[in-house]
């Protein structure tokens, strides 16, 4: 199992606040990673680091072992997608319009619209399942609906690696399953690489694969799900005592609070 | 605030306090400066025991009126500053923004060309009426159209009639020369030539307005919270919109009618005030009184000083002061989150 | 593409009512003759034609143009519904430096007003990019030095207006109150080799400008380098409007409008927004001149407040309006 991305000895900090100090991260290739931790632990902090939107005050990040830094933002955008919570489009924008902007990185200032794109922008849709909204504008959809929009865009980057900021919610339980399966299957079929922030506890460890939780911007754990899940862990991450079950459908560690 | 004196507020109290007193330190210092050197000493003998000298009449005719006038205008303008922005929500607010200094001017234009330039108590007049009607006729664009409720719409409602009326004065002012001999220093804010019964007859106005404003203050925290949040809270955020809205047109149409339209002190003294002592109306409100009144005054006579004019529009060396101040804080604070 | 038709046959119409009708009306079969060269077209007919209305009609038709296209830029770069190239400090920068020409002067020629105004309009908008800059720019904060940058020159023009000599002040204020009235045949092409350059890139660059739009965040994360892009296009801005303003002086409210007009019209792809947001700005200018021209003859009312004056009205039927149809 070699690293996809990884931070070595990163410090993030927003001016005088310092949110992650000397972090150590790695995040296994054609892996789902879920990032968990209490609020304020950072850990948006370190998706955006590690998408390259917020440079360490110390540090590297590295894609593949090599340095994100000598990646320009456009070659970057080809191999890394990001979606960031509440992104905001201008009014009148279709789902199409929408999909369409993830092909940017991809096309030179005269390239043309070609078959390709076209392609990569139908495959997203579909995979999304907003292939019948295409043509409505963004705001006269549900939050669930124009979530799927946003994540089909970053799919149409057609990068090997998605970063995910809380991308379920907003979203009712038969669309957060389906969520969780599509990024399953991207993983398990397309190759890809998922890191995605995550604030259900149990979601996160009945489908992600590596868990990293964090706390006060510091890695308390990083593994297995059944590695990682505990007792112990839960109390002194979150403060919440709890026991730890069997899920009786995937057989995965199940947190349930006392 | 019911729940005793912490440090912080001994602190905010010791800067209040200390503002108070080079304020009143200010004003005397302004009195005394000017052509003709007046001591203290004599200022005080020309307040409480007149003798009818040319330096007693100075004082009390001339330069008293002047810095009362800065005093009064100054911190109304500050306070209705604070006032808009916490009702719009948006540090760019200010009561230029309700139409105030276009409607005023337009006013204050027509009324020239109609009726040839008058006294300094007839402008004062129709300035007050210009800038009431306009922010009044903004507010019902802004809250009663079919756009309601929101304050998107009461800060684009007043940016087309302030546009609106600033074509409408220019195209006035680019015909009659005589006008825009008559109101180019008015436009430029001024404090020069005001005299007692002039600032008596807006008093009243703006201290009604200042204190109403200090009783609102504990709303204006809670609206400052977006309408939602607002009402979820249990307040009516059309009805304090509402008087919040009426107490900036006291406030600052009053001084706009002493002073002309000095736009720059309701913009950058309530984010001085933010920065000093956060985010708390109750505290702000008073620190825009005082701040507000002390960058007017020592606006003025730094013009009077510098410039050796006693003409010199006070709304020039406020910006001269002012906007580099703002250009610090817009570098240093803003957008560090984005 | 059916709204893009009645744009010009508006234009169009507006062109001809522009030749026919002023001081001297000309009736349709006057005005075809003279176009067409016809032997019957009197050479009084021609001189007002071809020397008078016409280059007015152009410059009015090519300032409109631009600063519909500069304020599209802004609009889409800075976020903010209210976004123009005043914001910028362009207009400021200009009204400062022509004041500052006609009033500190002995006898300006004429010609250096033009270069007064876009001197003060580059210089501005540089200042306030420089100083928006630290470890890259944000929007709001580009917004806001303009306005305390804007503050200082507005100041500048104040106290210039206020101690200048009454005549050169009301002058300074004719020009910057915008206008076309001084328009010939080489100011037109001058503006015209001018313009054609950064506008046909800024249209070229509608899909940067379709991404910039979704906020630095997004639009990183697509791979654009944002603070390159936003430079970039503020350097076209500047050089587009520049170039307007001293062309025409101050002609405020089209770069707000035009945008908002033309993104109603034909939706939020930049590359459709362009061409009829510049029809319309072209529109807007060409007809407040001939309004200007025409509703208080024989004195002719500049363009730039004419713009506002209907313009403003305009803008709120269609902000008032469209939040209505929302519902």
């Not at chain 1, 200032?109 to 999304?128: I, K, N, P, Q, V």
């Not at chain 2, 304090?240 to 002493?258: F, N, Q």
């Not at chain 3, 313009?195 to 791979?223: C, H, K, Q, T, Y």
């Amino acid at each position: 199992m070699s690293a996809k991305l990884a931070g070595q000895q990163v410090s993030i900090a927003y001016g005088e606040q310092r949110i992650v100090e000397n972090l150590d991260l790695i995040v296994p290739q054609r892996r789902f990673t879920a990032l968990v931790g209490p609020n304020g632990s950072g850990k948006s902090t370190i998706l955006r680091a590690l998408a390259g939107l917020m440079a360490p005050t110390k540090g590297t990040i590295l894609l593949d072992g090599r340095s994100i830094d000598i990646l320009s933002t456009k070659e970057m955008a080809k191999r890394v997608g990001v979606l960031l919570q509440g992104p905001v489009a201008p009014e009148g924008l279709t789902v199409r319009d929408l999909v369409k902007q993830g092909r940017y990185p991809h096309r030179s200032l005269f390239g043309r619209w070609s078959a390709e794109h076209e392609a990569a922008c139908e495959d997203a849709m579909m995979l999304t399942g907003t292939t019948t909204l295409a043509d409505t504008p963004l705001e006269r959809l549900s939050g669930g609906q124009r979530q799927r929009a946003w994540i089909a865009m970053t799919l149409a980057q057609q990068g090997e690696v998605l970063l995910l900021d809380e991308p379920t919610t907003y979203l009712d339980l038969a669309h957060q399953i389906e969520l969780m399966n599509l990024i399953t299957k991207l993983v398990r079929d397309h190759g890809k690489t998922v890191i995605a922030v995550l604030h259900d506890l149990n979601q996160a460890a009945r489908y992600a694969e590596h868990i990293v939780m964090l706390k006060g911007g510091k890695i308390t754990a990083a593994g297995r799900p059944e590695h990682v899940i505990s007792e112990a862990a839960i109390a002194d991450v979150f403060g919440v005592h709890s026991v730890i079950i069997r899920d009786p459908v995937a057989g995965t560690p199940l947190c349930v609070p006392l | 605030m019911i729940c005793g004196f912490d440090t912080n507020d001994g602190k905010r109290l010791f800067v209040l306090l200390f503002l108070c007193c080079m304020l009143v330190g200010m004003s005397m210092w302004a009195v005394t400066l000017g052509m003709m050197r007046i001591s203290p000493f004599t200022v005080w003998n020309a307040l409480f025991s007149f003798d009818g000298s040319r330096e007693h009449l100075l004082v009390t005719t001339i330069r008293l009126p002047r810095v009362l006038a800065g005093l009064v205008a100054g911190s109304a303008l500050a306070v209705s500053g604070a006032i808009m922005q916490a009702v719009t929500n948006n540090p760019l607010a200010s009561p230029g923004l309700l139409g105030i200094n276009a409607g005023a001017a337009f006013a204050v234009v027509l009324m020239m060309t109609f009726f040839g330039a008058g006294t300094g108590d007839v402008y004062m007049w129709f300035a007050f009426c210009g800038a009431g009607c306009a922010a009044l006729f903004v507010y019902a664009l802004g809250s009663f159209g079919p756009a309601g409720h929101s304050t998107t719409g009461l800060i684009l409602a007043g940016a087309i009639v302030a546009t609106f009326l600033t074509a409408l004065t220019s195209a006035v002012l680019i015909f009659d020369q005589s006008t825009l001999d008559a109101v180019r220093l008015w436009t430029a804010g001024s404090l020069a030539g005001r005299t007692t019964a002039q600032v008596a007859a807006v008093a009243p106005y703006i201290l009604t307005g200042l204190i109403a404003a200090f009783f609102l203050a504990r709303h204006l925290v809670t609206l400052s919270l977006g309408a939602d949040a607002a009402r979820s809270l249990g307040q009516n955020p059309m009805v304090w919109r509402a008087v919040a809205i009426a107490i900036v047109i006291l406030l600052a149409g009053s001084a706009v009618a002493l002073a002309g339209p000095i736009g720059f002190v309701g913009l950058i003294v309530p984010h001085i005030a933010r920065l000093t002592v956060g985010v708390d109306y109750r505290w702000i409100l008073p620190f825009c009184a005082i701040g507000g009144a002390l960058l007017v005054i020592a606006a003025d006579t730094a013009g009077r000083m510098v410039f050796a004019s006693q003409s010199f529009p006070v709304g020039v060396t406020i910006a001269l002061i002012g906007a580099p101040f703002f250009l610090w804080l817009a570098r240093n604070r803003a957008g560090e989150a984005v | 593409m059916r709204l893009t038709t009645l744009l010009v046959v508006l234009l169009l119409g507006l062109v001809a009512a522009s030749l026919a009708l002023g001081d001297i009306s000309l009736s349709w079969r006057d005005l075809l003759e003279t176009l067409s060269g016809s032997p019957d077209a009197t050479p009084q007919n021609a001189m007002i034609v071809f020397d008078l209305r016409l280059p007015r009609l152009l410059l009015a038709l090519l300032v409109g143009a631009a600063l519909a296209t500069a304020g599209t830029i802004m609009l889409a770069v800075m976020r903010n519904p209210l976004a123009e190239p005043g914001v910028l400090g362009i207009n400021s920068g200009a009204a400062a430096a022509v004041m500052a020409v006609i009033v500190l002067m002995p006898r300006p020629p004429v010609v250096l007003l033009p270069i007064a105004g876009f001197v003060g309009a580059v210089v501005m908008a540089a200042a306030v990019y420089l100083l928006a800059w630290r470890n890259g720019t944000s929007s709001l904060r580009i917004i806001l030095i303009g306005i305390g940058l804007g503050a200082l020159a507005s100041a500048i023009t104040t106290f210039l207006s206020a101690f200048g000599e009454i005549g050169d002040v009301q002058r300074a204020m004719i020009w910057l109150a915008g206008s076309v009235y001084e328009a010939d045949m080489v100011k037109v092409r001058l503006l015209f080799f001018w313009l054609i350059l950064p506008m046909a890139f800024a249209w070229i660059s509608s899909r940067e400008l379709d991404v910039i739009r979704f906020g630095d965040n997004s639009a990183r994360s697509l791979g654009q380098p944002v603070d390159l892009v936003r430079g970039l296009m503020i350097v076209l801005c500047t050089l587009i409007s520049g170039a307007a303003v001293a062309a025409a002086g101050l002609i405020g409210f089209v770069g707000l409008v035009a945008p908002h007009i033309a993104s109603r019209l034909v939706g939020p792809s930049h590359a459709r927004i362009f061409p009829v947001a510049a029809l319309s700005g072209a529109i807007l200018v060409m007809a407040s001149d001939l309004l200007g021209r025409l509703a208080l003859a024989p004195v002719q009312l500049p363009a730039g407040i004419v713009t506002a004056l209907i313009g403003a009205p305009f803008f709120a039927y269609l902000l008032w309006g469209r939040q209505h149809a929302r519902g």
